[in-house]
């Protein structure tokens, strides 16, 4: 009985020595040298039990996690990465004493060496605000992580949103461009890619219908944010589809819940209202944007300008307007309160609204009968 024990127990042993036994005399000596940091030989015996092993795709990970990763080979270390998962995906496989499947393992040092580049470029890029004078250099530093990282992640088009961004402020505009467009292609549903793809776009002098596109998907992507709303208002605009612009102009107010903000929107629109000869429109325009923002000036001068447009149309009979003397010098009166209140504002621009007082005077005087 003793002795079956014995020759059971021994042909288990045996079968466990067998098990282990497959793996290379090669990649046991690699291993042993990972574990005493002795990083040369490792990187001389890995590659060979590579060889020797080639459906292992625990060498690979191992391989460019020791040895590439370490030396900041990232190239060689995504190009290791992506055998074992060419190999097999799911098998379950040990580094660092941890078993996960190669999936896992990939995904997990590939996301650490991301945000370890990612962050660092970010950080230079974030010194310019407090030492401007090293502008150029700590953007080319910046340039160099966002790039590593872009190696490591390829896919990630949060990578080449920044790196598009760092490119345009050092004056490589073209590069600029390529690379935003990148970022687009490689996460088309991004907010943040479409809306600086439009700024980066328009800012380097792109045609506004090339525009168009991505502020059409940045508003698709976040149909509330009233920032996305006011640039895609303004192209809409730049290619002559004013009612669209205003439509969209609308719903940018609509969506602002910030008070000067939203002044600037009503702003905005009151200008696109007058130039189409909706003056009693953009003259409400103007008057919501002075109401939430009593300083800004410029707005009490929009609702001077469709007034004053409003009593020559009425003066003049023009543009389907029934000629109507009473009412042009209504319209003059409320021009002259308004530049009167502006007047009191720009000081410094005092003479000019006088100037523009006479004038309307002089008008409100032949449709007084004067």
């Known amino acids: 009985m003793l002795t079956r024990k014995f020759t059971y127990l021994f042909h288990l042993i045996f079968i466990g020595i067998l098990f282990v036994s497959c793996t290379s005399q090669e990649y046991t000596t690699a291993k042993l040298a990972v574990q005493q940091s002795d990083w040369s030989k490792a990187a001389e015996w890995l590659p ?8 292992n795709p625990e060498i690979p990970i ?8 370490r030396n900041r080979n990232w190239h060689e270390m995504r190009t290791m990465f992506d055998k074992a998962m060419e190999i097999d995906s799911n098998k379950e496989v040990e580094v660092r004493a941890e078993f996960l499947s190669v999936t896992e393992h990939v995904n997990k040092y590939t996301e650490g060496y991301w945000v370890e580049q990612y962050n660092a470029g970010v950080g230079f890029f974030q010194k310019i605000e407090e030492n401007p004078d090293n502008k150029s ?8 992580n966002l790039k590593n ?51 980066i776009m328009l800012s380097c002098e792109a045609p506004a219908i090339d525009v168009l596109p991505y502020f059409e998907k940045a508003v698709q992507i976040e149909p509330s944010n009233s920032m996305a709303l006011q ?3 303004a192209v809409y605009y730049d290619i002559d589809r004013k009612e669209k612009s ?12 910030d008070k000067t903000v939203k002044a600037d929107l009503y702003f905005n629109l009151g200008v696109i209202h007058n130039q189409m000869q909706n003056f009693e429109d953009a003259e409400k325009a103007f008057d919501e944007a002075f109401y939430l923002n009593e300083t800004d000036y410029e707005a009490a001068l929009g609702m001077a300008s469709a007034y004053i447009s ?25 021009a002259e309160r308004k530049i009167k209140d502006v007047k009191s504002i720009d000081i410094d621009n005092s003479a000019e609204y006088q100037r523009q007082l006479e004038l309307i005077r002089y008008k409100r005087d032949i449709a007084e009968g004067n």
């Open 48 to 55: 060979k039990a590579m060889a020797l092993e080639p459906d």
């Open 231 to 233: 640039k895609l208002a």
């Open 149 to 199: 990282a872009s190696v490591i992640k390829p896919n990630d088009g949060q990578t080449y949103t920044t790196l598009a961004k760092c490119y345009f402020d050092l004056g490589e505009k073209d590069t600029a461009v390529d690379l935003i467009k990148t970022a687009v292609e490689k996460n088309p549903e991004d907010f943040n890619a479409n809306f600086s793809a439009g700024q």
């Open 246 to 257: 205003i439509e969209v102009f609308q719903n940018a107010i609509n969506n602002e819940q």
């Open 310 to 334: 409003l009593g020559n149309k009425y003066l003049n009979g023009q543009d389907g307007f029934e000629k109507n003397m009473d009412k042009a010098a209504r319209w003059y009166r409320k």
């Open 62 to 69: 191992v391989l460019g996690v020791e040895i590439h990763a």
């Open 137 to 144: 250099e700590y953007l080319k530093s910046a340039i160099e």
